[in-house]
């Protein structure tokens, strides 16, 4: 069975929803038999690749928060990501492109070091103090090399912008024409569709009716008290109100 994940590195709820994925998927019965692709989908496509900010300053000027109502926004985030054992960096976080990582992702897809590279990514921008956007090329060098990849042809790869350039263009198309508006975005099989970071026990049970039928293109799994996974889209990231 084949799981495909449409998300950006830049999206939190991508980092909290692989985790939640991750464990259901490490209880599910047939999990050796799980393959797991990631594809790409930009948050911000438009945003050039200098174009760095802190990550307070682009969610009050592209979405019109206050300062305060963002960092509340992180600080949710940063709780979620804690109740999944994941290291959160609730301030001083930069944002900008992530093209270039989709395509070095395509690239260890290749070597088959997709997963080991993503986790790597995703830990670079949320916990770690070194922003994966202001130091050129040579950062993702180094990640790609932490990942267990060659770094002289991840250099390479970096060095060619039209390298798996249109690996990734294809994958939004394809988000596109499955009708992913936000991320995380699961499919299962082409079968199952699952939308946002939902809990892990939503990701079992589509794991199980995915291996135990086949049936017409995303039947969405998920509904009821959890249809409305959070994920990250053109309008920003959904914030967790507080109870």
Known sequence: MRVEIWTDIACPWCYVGKARFDKALAAFPHRDEVEVVHRSFELDPGRAKGDVQPVITMLTRKYGMSEAQAQAGEDHLGAQAAAEGLEYRTRDRDHGNTFDMHRLLHFAK??????????????????????????????????????????????????????????????????????????????????????????????????????????????????????????????????????
């Not at 079968?191 to 199980?208: D, I, K, M, N, R």
């Open 110 to 243: 290749e070597r088959g070091r997709q997963d080991e590279l993503i986790q790597v990514l995703y830990r670079a921008n949320f916990a770690e103090e070194r922003s994966v956007f202001t130091e050129g090329d040579e950062r993702l060098v180094e990640l790609a090399a932490a990942a267990g990849l060659d770094a002289e042809a991840a250099r390479a790869v970096l060095a060619d912008p039209d390298a798996h350039a249109d690996d990734v263009r294809a994958d939004e198309r394809e988000a596109a024409r499955l009708g992913a508006t936000g991320v995380p975005f699961f499919v299962l099989d082409r079968t199952y569709g699952v939308s946002g970071a939902q809990p892990s026990e939503v990701f079992t049970q589509a794991l199980t009716q995915a291996w135990g039928e086949r049936s017409p293109l995303l039947k969405p799994v998920g509904q009821g008290d959890h249809e409305d996974g959070a994920a990250c889209g053109p309008d920003g990231c959904a914030v967790p109100q507080q109870g």
